[in-house]
């Protein structure tokens, strides 16, 4: 077969070294090559000579078209039979092996009329560009990657594409005259999925070859290089070049809809770039309209022609095209962007007000001091005469929220004295256990692990050591957790309240959104299946998310204060649930991001963009002793777990729409109304903007939990999936804000002192009533059903004078062994007062002991005396086979020396004491100096965020 590569050059020269070089390196030479070069004044027509002949290089005018060049190319070359096509850009560097792939793809799929390469960038050569082409119903040019995603060989497999860049394509020469060529209308933009399209519909097929690579930089796209075609407005050929590609492919029978379409979808694009003062662009957009929809000939024609050059039926392509949804996918991308920085352009004007209202408030105080200062002698009279009870139980919002904690702790009464069941396994019996986990290097957990403890054991620890021990913690964090979340949400309501608007909110709003979240670890689920890592969250997010809204205060100190403390309750809720840092991160990546974008001069002020970073930075500083061996050993994946042990929670679409973790939760209507709530909240103009915030926020988390629905942690004891309890919280948590903010809007209207109609006040009513079925009905359901999964001790697993034992020391472990010979076996090790909580997890990141493994493999199919020396070695006293019992094993381990069959409460369970000398040698903990000198650093971190998020002290007004 004959190659002829044809190259198109218009002031190229900075490439052309190049790309002439990656042409002369090819391991299959071309036959022919042709150039055009398009009047550069860079010396580009000298460069194509020094490697061509001089009859090989055209010259043309500045103006010609890329569809015009490759024209008449094609015309100064005769055609010759079988002949292939191999178009170059002056800034397109092929792989010294580029052609002889797509030529060796050409013969494996002969049906192929179009072949592409992949597509990296020039000059980083790793990032992928493309690998193929296609479009989207709004006329997005798709390439299926991420932005700026690296080549991994994750695409590296040939497959049918609508279309292929003409930056390496090759293509039969045939085909390609036989379709007229490439589009004369989309002079530079466009043309190549044009031609892919009509290529597709004649029964072409176009494959891209990933194996075959070419370096493309771009130079169009990206403005490194301007020509006459398309000057400062890139944009404008762009979108029209889509606008056209889209009218003259498109169906007789879907043509109606996309003119509609794309109209409106291009006036929707201008207002979004005047809101992001993108005006070059909006008017490019509109430029781009303009110019297609004002020659509606031009559109005719073209169909016209693909319509005379298509020989046969057409073929349908709609397999190769975009899905239907993927444009509003992109369209949601959009408005994101958009209502971040509305949402802090709604923040500037917020303070404005606020500023505007104080001044007003000052003007106006002469004209009514008298009326106020009657009105504050009798209040004062009123206070001064009342005692503190009088003063609260005539304060409706203070009885309620009194009766509404102390309900909280009904409902919560399971908690008081020793719980376990669910993700909660039982406390330990000293808090001086936790103080040791915590210390360790080396666990004395099972055959033994350097897996390090979960970071919430520090603080349980220290409050265990100031309240009386772990239960009394457990216990305190399960009453406290819904009272303490619906408290914090009231202070986060308030301030939310003072941003979006200047005047306060109705104080009952408050009473509900406070009651409502406060009870989301109940109704969520997670409080009955004992998922304290996520009661915790829940309990401490609204504190967390009032301590960050001091980034926004205007006074310098303030901000970094509000750092301090920021970090400290971050790292706090990631002791429980690491997700609350990452997502954090997350989060503020995006809003420094889109801050900066919208005000650059944040960028040069440390003091705006310090704070929040440093809060962040401050996180795995205080929880060092427990990320930097996490890491270390291999043990990353508790990153995206929770606080509990395992297998976590059961959150579905269903169960994060509504807010349930599980079976445990309340009736899952419960949460469809809230969710309901919040989209109504989306009506009322005045708070959409903060409300369509919080929205967004969310569909941030819902697609980070997308993203973890496809991982799956493959953990040494247990198959799971990342913990997804969080996002339950979020979006619970953001559902009320936007429900609130929504609510005070419908409230102003009603007040606004204009009589409204019937049916607006029978819709308020009905909305009222809506809204405190939420809480009413979480609070009876949880009433009715408190203890879920939660227990007062769980089965013993062994005798009691075998737990005895082990508390004498490491030495006197317990195996336990479940199972048979014919469906394996499973087995653990049991240690002073068992797995307690904390330890669960450590040993459910602990990597598997391969010995160890053996040896009970051995011992269960041919034990041995031996074996049983290695048992006692390894600190383990008693062997123990749970009932059922397996008789093969029993009677295999009867018969072997150095097992002693010992007793057990259950006849069906059987028992053997290892006879040997014991030894703990292997399984002692010990702390090393790197643990000593993490924990230094952590308790140095923790004075420093302290002291530093401490308030400062005021002066009186006296002084």
């Not at 793809?105 to 992928?128: D, N, Q, T, Y």
């Not at 504050?376 to 005469?385: F, I, K, P, T, V």
């Not at 000398?917 to 100096?929: D, H, I, Q, Y």
Request: net charge negative; with cysteine.
């Amino acid at each position: 077969m004959t190659v002829t590569v044809l190259l198109v050059s218009h002031d190229g020269a900075r490439w052309l070294p190049a790309v002439l070089e990656g042409l002369e390196a090819q391991t299959r030479p071309v036959d022919r090559a042709i150039a055009v070069d398009t009047t550069s004044r860079d010396g580009s027509a000298d460069l194509l000579r020094g490697l061509l002949h001089d009859e090989s290089v055209l010259e043309l005018p500045g103006s010609t078209s890329y569809p015009a060049a490759v024209a008449h190319a094609l015309d100064a070359v005769p055609e010759v039979e079988g002949e292939w096509v191999w178009l170059l850009h002056d800034d397109s560097r092929p792989a010294p092996d580029a052609l002889e792939q797509l030529l060796r793809a050409a013969e494996e799929h002969p049906e192929a009329a179009i072949l592409g390469p992949k597509l990296r960038e020039w000059p980083s050569l790793k990032r992928l560009l493309e690998v193929g082409l296609t479009i989207t119903g709004t006329g997005h040019r798709e390439t299926g990657l991420e932005r700026g995603e690296y080549d991994q060989g994750q695409h590296d497999e040939v497959r049918e594409v609508l279309a292929v860049n003409t930056a390496g394509m090759l293509v039969r020469r045939s085909v390609l005259t036989g379709l007229g060529g490439l589009d004369l209308q989309l002079p530079i933009f466009g043309n190549d999925i044009d031609f892919g399209w009509r290529a597709a519909e004649a029964g072409h097929t176009t494959i891209v070859v990933p194996t075959a690579v070419v370096f493309h930089a771009e130079a169009a796209h990206r403005g490194a290089r301007r020509t006459p075609l398309t000057g400062r407005h890139t944009h404008y050929q762009e979108r029209r070049a889509a606008l056209l590609t889209m009218l003259a492919n498109a169906t007789p029978r879907r043509l109606p809809w996309q003119v509609v379409r794309l109209f409106l979808g291009s006036l929707l694009r201008v207002l979004g770039f005047l809101v992001v003062r993108s005006v070059g662009e909006a008017l490019d957009e509109l430029a781009a309209v303009l110019s297609v929809y004002s020659r509606p000939r031009q559109v005719l024609a073209a169909r016209r022609t693909r319509a005379e050059r298509r020989t046969g039926d057409r073929h349908d392509v709609r397999r190769l095209l975009a899905p239907p949804w993927l444009p509003y996918r992109h369209g949601l991308d959009f408005v994101t962007d958009l209502a971040a920085a509305a949402t802090n352009q709604a923040q500037d004007v917020a303070e404005r007000r606020r500023a505007v209202r104080a001044e007003q408030q000052l003007a106006a105080q002469p004209a009514s001091r008298d009326r106020d200062r009657r009105d504050e002698d009798d209040e004062e009279a009123y206070l001064q005469d009342s005692g503190l009870v009088v003063r609260f139980l005539t304060n409706p919002v203070a009885v309620v929220l009194a009766l509404f904690a102390v309900l909280a702790v009904v409902g919560a009464r399971t908690a008081f004295g020793s719980i376990t069941g669910g993700a909660l396994s039982p406390v330990p019996a000293d808090v001086a256990e936790w103080w040791q986990l915590h210390v360790q290097t080396w666990h004395p957990l099972g055959s033994g692990t350097d897996v390090p403890a979960p970071a919430y054991v520090l603080p349980f620890a220290f409050v265990a050591s100031l309240v009386g021990g772990p239960g009394v913690v457990v216990s305190a964090l399960m009453l406290l957790a819904v009272p303490f979340a619906a408290w914090g949400a009231w202070r986060l309501l308030t301030v939310v309240g003072h941003l979006v608007d200047t005047r306060d909110m109705p104080r009952w709003l408050h009473v509900w959104g406070a009651v409502t979240y406060g009870l989301v670890p109940a109704t969520s689920g997670a409080w009955g299946e004992g998922r304290f890592g996520t009661v915790a969250v829940a309990a401490l997010l609204p504190w967390t998310a009032h301590a960050a809204l001091g980034f926004a205060d205007p006074d310098r100190d303030r901000r970094w204060r509000a750092a301090w403390r920021t970090a400290l309750l971050v790292a706090l809720g990631a002791a429980f649930v690491p997700g609350v840092w990452l997502f954090a991160v997350l989060a503020a990546a995006v809003v420094l991001g889109v801050a900066a974008f919208i005000s650059p001069r944040l960028l040069r002020d440390r003091h705006s963009w310090g704070p929040p970073v440093v809060a962040l930075a401050m996180v795995p500083v205080l929880l060092a002793p427990w990320i930097v061996p996490l890491v270390t050993t291999g043990s990353a994946e508790g990153l995206l777990l929770e606080a509990g042990r395992l297998p976590g929670d059961r959150v579905d679409v269903l169960g994060l729409l509504t807010g349930r973790l599980g079976d445990l939760g309340a009736p899952w209507w419960l949460g469809a109304l809230l969710g309901l709530l919040a989209i109504l909240a989306l009506l009322p103009r005045s708070t959409r903007v903060p409300v369509l915030a919080c929205w967004l926020v969310a569909l941030a988390a819902a697609v980070v939990v997308a993203g973890l629905g496809f991982v799956t942690l493959e953990l040494p004891a247990i198959r799971t999936r990342p913990s997804l309890g969080l996002f339950v919280v979020i979006l619970q948590g953001l559902a009320v804000i936007a429900t609130v903010l929504g609510a005070e809007a419908y409230l102003q209207r009603l007040h606004d002192g204009r009589r409204h109609a019937l049916w607006q006040r029978v819709l308020a009513g009905l909305l009222a009533a809506v809204a405190a079925i939420v809480p009413i009905g979480g609070l009876v359901w949880w009433l009715a059903n408190p203890d879920g999964a939660l227990t007062r001790e769980e089965p013993a697993v062994v005798p009691a004078y075998m737990e005895q034992s082990s508390l004498l020391g490491d030495e006197h472990g317990v195996l336990v062994l479940r199972g048979s010979v014919d469906e394996g076996i499973d087995y653990r090790i049991l240690r002073g007062d068992g797995v307690t909580l904390g330890e669960d997890e450590v040993l459910a990141l602990a990597d598997e002991d391969v010995d160890l493994t053996r040896q009970v493999t051995e011992l269960v199919s041919a034990p041995s005396g031996e074996l049983v020396e290695s048992l006692a070695s390894a600190g383990i006293e008693y062997v123990v086979l749970p009932s059922p019992a397996d008789g093969t094993i029993a009677a295999g381990l009867d018969a072997t020396a150095g097992l002693d069959q010992a007793s057990a409460e259950d006849r069906s369970t059987r028992a053997w004491r290892v006879d040997r000398p014991l030894s703990a040698e292997g399984v002692e903990g010990r702390t090393t100096w790197p643990r000593l000198l993490l924990l230094v650093v952590q308790v140095a971190a923790l004075l420093l965020v302290l002291v530093l998020a401490a308030p400062t002290v005021r002066r009186g007004r006296s002084e």
